[in-house]
T-cell receptor, first 112, second 115 residues
Framework: DAKTTQPPSMDCAEGRAANLPCNHS???????VYWYRQIHSQGPQYIIH???NNETNEMASLIITEDRKSSTLILPHATLRDTAVYYC?????????????FGRGTQLTVWP | ETGVTQSPTHLIKTRGQQVTLRCSSQ?????VSWYQQALGQGPQFIFQ???????GRGNFPPRFSGLQFPNYSSELNVNALELDDSALYLC??????????????FGSGTRLTVV
């Protein structure tokens, strides 16, 4: 079962920052937070992951609270192509043997 | 570097038939995981193959089976198809049985419709 809670939908104006929240209150010490997104009719695409420190890459930033019970994915300048379902997943990189638990994710709609 | 490729892209089968879906993993990856995604749901883990052996399985019945070949490509076989097997089947590859620093690389999936 998914260990995360996300809002079912959000929207954002093009060019503005999109901030997608995720609650993972039962996360354990060796579990990472991963974010994937799925554009309609495609496979999920990896975005970013982190353990306890904030992370940034060319796609997004990930802010993890100090207690690690929640996180926020930030798309700094959303474009229409960022419209997708965004999944927040917690995963132990070792013992889960490749098992990612996807919930229903957040449908982000970016409007012009 | 090629990504994950799946074939066929779409398939229609009749209830009770058998189906084989194929996946070629990303170059350099030796682990393949399969997921089932019903309409409006997130992907659900079916199983993973690492070094040609099943390396973890989700809550799916034995009529879902798989193979991994020496070149790390993989097949998903489903016997005695049921209407509820209609879904998008996704293949994801990685290296070493765990997530790489770039997570898992997913293919675009095979859309299976059972009528």
């Amino acid at each position: 079962d998914a260990k995360t809670t996300q809002p079912p939908s959000m929207d954002c104006a093009e060019g503005r920052a999109a901030n997608l929240p995720c609650n993972h209150s039962t996360i354990s010490g060796n579990e990472y937070v991963y974010w994937y997104r799925q554009i309609h009719s495609q496979g999920p695409q990896y975005i970013i992951h982190g353990l306890k420190n904030n992370e940034t890459n060319e796609m997004a930033s990930l802010i993890i609270t100090e207690d690690r019970k929640s996180s926020t994915l930030i798309l700094p300048h959303a474009t229409l192509r960022d419209t997708a379902v965004y999944y927040c997943i917690v995963s132990d990189r070792g013992s889960t043997l490749g098992r990612l638990y996807f919930g229903r994710g957040t449908q982000l709609t970016v409007w012009p | 570097e090629t990504g994950v490729t799946q074939s066929p892209t779409h398939l229609i089968k009749t209830r009770g038939q058998q189906v084989t879906l194929r996946c070629s993993s990303q170059s350099g990856h030796n682990t393949v995981s399969w997921y089932q995604q019903a309409l409006g749901q997130g992907p659900q883990f079916i199983f993973q193959y690492y070094r040609e052996e099943e390396n973890g399985r989700g809550n799916f019945p034995p009529r879902f089976s798989g193979l991994q070949f020496p070149n790390y490509s993989s097949e998903l076989n489903v016997n005695a198809l049921e209407l509820d097997d209609s879904a998008l089947y996704l293949c994801a590859s990685s290296w070493g049985g765990v997530a790489t620093n770039y997570g898992y690389t997913f293919g675009s999936g095979t859309r299976l419709t059972v009528v």
